[in-house]
């Protein structure tokens, strides 16, 4: 896990990070705080928890500054749930404002030009080589949605080079199918090659579809991250609880990261018609791409829309 450059003063706590740059924090544990602007969510250190421990101290006792309502652990009710991300920009006062989650909206089905978002707004971060089997490896990269709409995730090709000579076209694979604003997900080029390539050359998409799903707000919660020790395995297990009055459907991916801030390894699982009010218990297994990689960071990603049965 990476940590975030730390700028402290007498009465403020300011915590600076490279994703969105977004000041629009609301916490949703001790440590634990998510962006408004893209969902996104970060761990603080311990120190910086003790601080704003400190800061909503001093506003509850009356500090000599105006104090607001303390930041208290709030329901984390966004449709996607990212994990401990490296990035966002957290800004504390003793003018500590939970601000409201942001609501989704939801338009009609667009029609012709407006269906589409512009290519130059999806960039797929550069490829990182992994071996699979003997005769198998992988190319794994990142779609980040920098559109203002949610999209249904683009597929691209990708075709390897050695020695100047052309050869097979890979098959991609995507886990999650929609993407949110500021969101992004892991995808994979899958070739049979028991070593990298020379060189790739990414086939972009010829046009990015706007997603017509009606988003559901699910929740992961109780969520648990496990290493099963003297291995590379790990395991995300928590609890999808739809509390919507319409069944819901959706996945779920995991991303593991080593050192490098690289994907390590990936998972995903699945609900189907979750009925209202009801439970299901969700379990992903995940394993590094290496045994001697240290212990990684982790993320989560949640896709969920409504299943309408009465149409």
């Known amino acids: ?171 991609f694979d995507s886990d999650i199918q929609t993407l949110q604003p500021g969101e992004y997900t892991a995808v994979k080029f899958r070739v049979i090659s028991s070593e990298p390539h020379d060189r790739y050359e990414v086939e972009p998409p010829t046009e990015i579809d706007k997603s017509t799903d009606e988003i559901a707000n699910v929740v992961l919660s109780q969520a648990q991250f496990v290493h099963q020790q003297g291995t590379a395995e790990y395991r995300l297990i928590g609890v999808v609880q739809n509390t919507f009055n319409r069944p819901v459907t959706g996945q779920v991916q995991l991303m593991l990261y080593d050192g490098n801030k690289q994907v390590a390894g990936t998972a995903s699982g699945y609900f189907s018609d979750i009925r209202p009010g009801e439970k299901a218990l969700l379990s992903l297994n995940a394993s590094l791409d290496g045994k001697d990689l240290p212990v990684p960071t982790y993320e989560y990603l949640m896709n969920a829309h409504f299943t309408d049965r009465t149409r």
């Open 1 to 171: 896990m990476s940590k975030a450059s730390v700028k402290t003063g007498l009465n403020d706590l300011t915590v600076s990070c490279r994703q969105c740059g977004s000041a629009s924090m609301e916490r949703l544990d001790r440590k634990e705080y998510r962006c408004t602007h893209c969902g996104a969510i970060t761990v603080i250190s311990d120190d910086d928890a003790d601080r704003v421990e400190t800061l909503l101290r001093n506003a509850l006792h009356g500090s000599p500054s105006t104090a607001a309502n303390p930041l208290g652990p709030t329901r984390l009710s966004q449709v996607r749930t990212i994990a401990l991300t490296v990035g966002a920009l957290l800004f504390f006062s003793v003018f500590l404002i939970v601000l409201p989650s942001r609501s989704r909206r939801h338009s009609s089905v667009p029609t012709g030009h407006d269906s589409v978002v512009p290519l130059s707004q999806v960039v797929l971060s550069p490829l990182q080589w992994k071996q699979g089997s003997s005769w198998e490896g992988t190319y794994t990269g990142l779609v980040y949605n920098h559109s203002g709409f949610t999209i249904e995730v683009p597929r691209y090709g990708l075709t390897t080079y050695r020695k100047g000579l052309k050869g097979d076209t890979a098959i």
